[in-house]
């Protein structure tokens, strides 16, 4: 029987662990981090949009977490992101697989699911 997305992401300490990186990396990005920087002002708030981000794709990839954010149109309106940039969090995520060790068979269902994203969110 063949392992679930979420699985092969390594559960929910995995998905923890990337989404988490993920973000860290886009906080050290030039290209992106100044929509990031600003939540090192408001902890609070920026260990809910972590949070919201884990569940996000634990949720999608077959896990057990429930995703209570806003659907990705509603919290991208008005961020006017281009598609340089979300090819620079794309790019992020996957530095940031790559470094827990993710096969290339599980990065392309990955980026699979981002790539299927991409409407919702750029120029929103």
Request: charged share 25%; net charge negative.
């Amino acid at each position: 029987m063949t392992k679930s997305l979420f699985e092969r992401l390594g559960g929910n300490d995995g998905i923890s662990a990337i989404v988490r990186r993920a973000i860290n990396i886009h906080m050290e990005n030039p290209d992106i981090n100044a929509r990031f920087l600003p939540y090192k002002d408001r902890p609070e708030y920026f260990e809910t949009v972590v949070q919201h981000s884990i569940n996000f794709f634990n949720s999608g990839s077959g896990g057990p977490a429930v995703y209570e954010g806003r659907d990705m149109e509603t919290a991208h309106k008005g961020m006017n992101i281009s598609p340089t940039e979300y090819m620079c969090a794309i790019d992020d995520i996957f530095i940031a697989l790559d470094e827990h060790k993710i096969d290339d068979d599980t990065k392309k269902d990955v980026l699979a699911i981002l790539w299927s994203l991409k409407g919702m969110i750029i120029a929103k």
